[in-house]
């Protein structure tokens, strides 16, 4: 489907996407967790942009972080270090992990981009107090903003970007349907391109297109899918050769719960509330990330009710090596999936890891055995 | 005895003893906590003790257990039991050895007693929030949390009246698992102990700045632990005044900790607790006395935030803005203060593969510390508990060198 | 004088006999598992009035001999001065580990950095990776020259390098190319320690590693600095040492 060529151009070459954005549109802002509060950037006329580690050798970046921080957090410091991300404008920490949490003191300590931002949210998202913290902190943030932009965020801005997002996140979802329901009717590499993609491209330009692609797709009649369902779990997946293995190996991600995925755009906002309070209960409300908390084993129980929805035959956990957040949640999960006779396997990944060799022979011996 | 051996025992703290006994006490009530009809928390080092001392609960520090675990040499079974478990070893080796303790009831005690509540404050690090995740399930029983927002450079008003709302569910939360009102009262005058112990275990600290030094940080590690668990009762007050005492007699009839003291250190992140022996003789050898360190001081850091007067109203700020919860750049200020204070010559940094909010940001504290003193820094790669991650031939070879540097500078007393 | 210098690392150990300065003679041999008493099968037969002892094994040296110890850092940085004169960078790749010294105009440590715990970036790696190839240690560097193209190696870890190594091989990749990424992941794990330390001037190249010319080749390449190794760097430390035994005891004669 050449539809989906400009998202592969995109994430194989994201500092020339941002090149180009910033001549057309202008600034823009990065950030790293999906708790980065996008619509209010996109309010405030900045392009907001995730970042990803370009996997270059760490070499800057060992004269701030021991190896035994993850490749993610070690390799966007080096390439900020090295001048990789010079297109910024600046850069939004909102709090997630230990790593990140000092990543962001380094930064301000390190770097020289005009913007800079912590946008501490709660660890803590299932209380009053939580939520009325939140919309502080959202409401600091756009203030934060407005001076940067030297114009003040209106209502309708910010209605306006949030309705955008929702469109993003309503054919994102739908992709993800059709994915599920008809396996083979997108490769899991272009699913993979058209997800990375829509957290760096201009997202009006995104919204579009994606439009375009859930069309085509809705028309395709593709052939009866036979092999194995499978749910991609963990914490961001920047590897797009493992659908590649995955499909290769007879199976299909037909869902995840990844940081990169369904837990980064599931859901929607409220447009006919505030639009504050519509960003708050989004991000109080959205699938959660292990490094927040909203009760002892909701996580867990959002994974058996993917794997339920999604009739899945097997469930691989993918996550960052020195993640502590996920490493501690691997446990439990891979407990609740057992205790439903769900079959799992846990992949341990580095950006910086090259070889597949071992990597290819664990998961086809896996989608065989299941 | 001979006479070595006499110099040695008058060099001895003779508070060990009664901190000794005092801790074997504390465990035992708490061991028997059921029987007595005591209700017993889990809580994190960092956490706010006094509204549990206030409620007659009986707070337990699984951290305090960690630390047991590793001096007494347990680290290493434990930790590859929880990652038979699943636990990944790049964990925190507090979490993973209590975790794998409440499978086989290990450690030096058999395990910990069982908590009936979980209390968790995330002002040392995100992953008290995931370990006591997995003990709530385990133990099936009420977790609160308190979130305290990490401070990269300011103390906000939000963060202030967030935290300050939680210090209200927490109370309610108590009032809850113990079915009893809260005792304002009783809270101001726990409070007001808090505010002593602290204040006494600052004074004790500051004994070191005295030359020679009555003390080490290696005695600061031990003493570090009624601090801890005890803060806000009177055993800790009498005990602290009591050590503060002995600190001063010390200074006046010129007991030094270490027999002949001609270079000062100061240590950063928490101790390699097997390996506490070693390191102590081994900068002794050397004649350099680790006269302070960054981590017993996070237990008096937060004085200036704390209102004797309004405990519970100060106990926000002072809970939030301790040394792990603030920005590196900050972090460093602390640093360079006690250089100043404490009179040093070169800094010692324990990069602990254990704790990240730590160890992620030394390198620029020591680039800062480089630039602003001079003076010479050395990192020693370890864990707190996991001797897997320790090499002891290679530590050996660093110390020598770092010291080789300190003794080669002229200005060096 | 007769001073004599000892280096007993984790895989080899080194002995330099100096006559008031001038090197006499200069011995190794293999630290196997018995380091003291390999370091006695070493001495035999030599004579001096004095011996320093340096390395891993000094302190054990020390016991049984009653020799004065320095660090390895320090003979280094000794031994790097006597060659070049002025030098104030010091690079040490040795058998465990590899280390970055820096000096001031008098020759005096100021600071050093050493690689992290494990043996990633070492003479054992190497050795290790050149095993698993088939290579002989000795002319692994000269085997990896003859590379066109770079085979990237990011796994720095033994154990974890040493599989992705396999599985290269196993996919039919060249063994000298992959043999030349190993390398240049070696010299820009130094590199990166070097930058740490100080980012411009000659580097003086010491340790066993330094015998080997693609490294020092990639890493004139890559740091665009001078990089100065004199004829027996693997000596360097042992001659470090046997000169501040002479200068320690000339220093006891006044």
Not at chain 1, 319 to 347: G, Q, R, V, W
Not at chain 3, 175 to 191: C, F, Q, T
Request: with cysteine; net charge neutral; glycine share 6%.
């Amino acid at each position: 489907m050449k539809e989906i060529n400009p998202f592969h151009a995109a994430i194989n070459d994201p500092g020339g996407l941002a090149a180009g954005i910033k001549k057309r549109s202008g600034k823009i802002l990065g950030y790293m967790c999906s708790y980065a509060p996008e619509e209010l950037i996109h309010a405030a006329g900045f392009h907001p942009m995730r970042l990803f580690s370009s996997k270059s050798d760490i070499c800057l970046a060992q004269n701030h972080l021991q190896a035994y921080c993850c490749s993610l957090v070690r390799g966007v410091l080096e390439d900020s270090l090295a001048g990789r991300l010079d297109y910024l404008e600046g850069m939004v920490f909102p709090h997630t992990c230990d790593s990140i949490q000092r990543l962001s003191d380094i930064w301000r300590l390190n770097t020289k981009f005009n913007f800079f931002a912590d946008v501490v949210m709660p660890t803590k998202l299932n209380t009053k107090s939580a939520r009325t913290y939140m919309t502080d902190v959202l409401k600091k943030f756009k203030t934060d903003l407005e001076k940067a932009a030297e114009h003040s965020i209106t209502q309708n801005d910010l209605q306006n970007s949030i309705s955008l997002f929702n469109r993003i996140r309503r054919d994102l979802s739908r992709i993800y349907e059709l994915k599920s329901q008809f396996p083979s009717i997108i490769k899991g590499t272009d699913l993979f391109a058209i997800i990375k993609g829509s957290m760096i491209m201009d997202r009006e330009e995104l919204a579009q297109r994606l439009e375009t692609i859930v069309l085509l797709l809705e028309k395709k009649d593709p052939p009866p899918y036979s092999g194995k369902r499978i749910i991609l779990a963990g914490s961001i997946c920047d590897m797009q050769d493992i659908y590649k293995l995955i499909e290769a190996s007879g199976g299909s991600v037909v869902a995840d719960d990844l940081c990169t995925g369904n837990r980064w755009f599931e859901g929607s906002m409220p447009e006919n509330i505030d639009p504050i309070e519509a960003l708050t209960a989004r991000y109080a409300d959205r699938a959660i990330c292990p490094a927040k908390h909203s009760g002892n084993t909701t996580r867990g129980e959002n994974l058996l009710a993917l794997a339920d929805t999604h009739k899945v035959d097997g469930v691989i956990f993918a996550t960052l090596k020195f993640c502590d957040p996920h490493a501690f949640d691997y446990p439990y999960m891979k407990e609740f999936l057992e205790k439903s006779s769900i079959k799992n396997l846990h992949l341990e990944l580095d950006d910086q890891q090259q070889g597949l060799g071992q990597l290819s022979t664990r998961l086809e011996t896996f989608i065989h055995m299941i | 005895m001979t006479d070595t051996d006499k110099k040695k025992d008058k060099r001895k703290i003779r508070a060990a003893k009664k901190m000794r006994e005092i801790m074997t006490t504390y465990y035992l009530d708490a061991m028997t906590a059921r029987e007595n009809n005591k209700k017993v928390a889990w809580i994190t080092s960092g956490g706010p003790v006094e509204p549990l001392i206030a409620m007659d609960i009986i707070p337990v520090y699984p951290e305090n257990h960690g630390a047991m675990i590793g001096a007494s040499k347990m680290g290493e079974e434990l930790c590859i039991k929880a990652e038979e478990m699943g636990y990944s070893q790049d964990l925190c080796s507090y979490a993973r050895t209590d975790i794998a303790c409440c499978k086989v009831n290990g450690g030096p005690m058999g395990g910990l007693p069982q908590p009936d509540m979980l209390i968790c404050c995330n002002n040392i690090c995100g992953t008290v929030l995931k370990w006591y995740e997995v003990q709530a399930r385990h133990f099936n029983v009420p977790l609160f949390i308190l979130d305290t927002p990490i401070c990269h450079t300011d103390y906000s008003r939000e963060v202030e009246s967030y935290v300050r709302r939680q210090m209200d569910e927490y109370i309610i939360f108590l009032e809850t698992a113990v079915d009893k009102k809260f005792d304002h009262d009783k809270m101001a005058e726990v409070g007001r102990l808090a505010f002593q112990g602290q204040k006494l275990w600052q004074k004790v600290l500051k004994t070191t700045t005295h030359k020679p030094s009555p003390m080490s940080a290696f005695d600061a590690f031990f003493f570090l632990a009624l601090i801890v668990t005890l803060r806000g009762t009177q055993i800790a007050v009498d005990f602290y005044e009591e050590l503060s005492l002995e600190m001063e007699e010390r200074i006046q009839t010129d007991i030094s900790i270490i027999p002949h003291e001609k270079y000062r250190l100061l240590w950063d992140n928490l101790p390699v607790w097997y390996q506490l022996k070693w390191l102590s003789q081994k900068f002794s050898d050397h004649n350099a006395c680790l006269v302070a360190d960054t981590y017993t001081s996070a237990w008096c850091s937060a004085l200036k935030y704390i209102d004797e007067n309004n405990f519970l109203d100060s106990m926000a700020q002072a809970y939030t803005r301790i040394h792990l919860n603030i920005g590196v750049d900050q972090m460093a200020d602390q640093v360079l203060d006690m250089i100043r204070t404490y009179d040093v010559d070169g800094f010692v940094m324990h990069s602990n593969r254990s704790c990240k909010p730590y160890s992620f940001g030394q390198m620029d504290i020591m680039n800062i510390v480089r630039k602003k003193t001079g003076i010479p820094v050395v990192m020693l790669e370890a864990d707190m508990v996991d001797p897997r991650s320790f090499s002891l031939s290679q530590t050996d070879t660093r110390i020598d060198a770092f010291m080789e540097i300190i003794k080669q500078k002229e200005w060096v007393r | 004088m007769i001073s004599a210098g000892i280096d007993i690392g984790s895989r080899s150990i080194e002995c330099v006999i100096l006559n008031n300065g001038k090197i006499r003679e200069m011995r190794k041999i293999d630290t196997g598992f018995d380091p003291i008493g390999q370091a006695k099968q070493l001495l035999k037969g030599l004579e001096f009035d004095t011996i320093l002892a340096t390395g891993y094994g000094r302190n054990l040296f020390e016991i049984e001999h009653e020799a004065t110890t320095i660090t390895e850092i320090k003979a280094h940085a000794r031994g790097a001065v006597c060659f070049f004169p002025g030098a104030i960078t010091v690079l040490d790749i040795g058998g465990q580990d590899s280390k970055v010294i820096k000096l001031n105009e008098s020759g005096k440590v100021i600071r050093f950095e050493m690689n992290d715990r494990c043996a990633a970036g070492t003479g054992k790696f190497l050795e290790i990776m050149a095993q698993t190839l088939g290579f002989n240690i000795d002319t692994f560097g000269i085997e990896a020259a003859k590379a066109k193209k770079d085979l990237k190696i990011s796994s720095m870890c033994t154990v974890f390098a040493e599989s992705e190594v396999t599985s290269l091989v196993a996919k039919g990749e060249n063994p000298n190319e992959i043999a030349r990424g190993l390398h240049i992941a070696v010299v820009k794990r130094a590199v990166s320690m070097l930058n740490r330390v100080s980012s411009q001037g000659p580097v003086v190249f010491t340790g066993g590693v330094a015998n080997n010319p693609f490294i020092r080749e990639q890493l004139a390449r890559i740091t665009k600095r001078e990089i100065l190794v004199q004829k027996t760097p693997e000596m360097n430390g042992a001659i470090g040492a046997a000169l501040i035994a002479m200068e320690q005891n000339k220093g006891k004669e006044k």
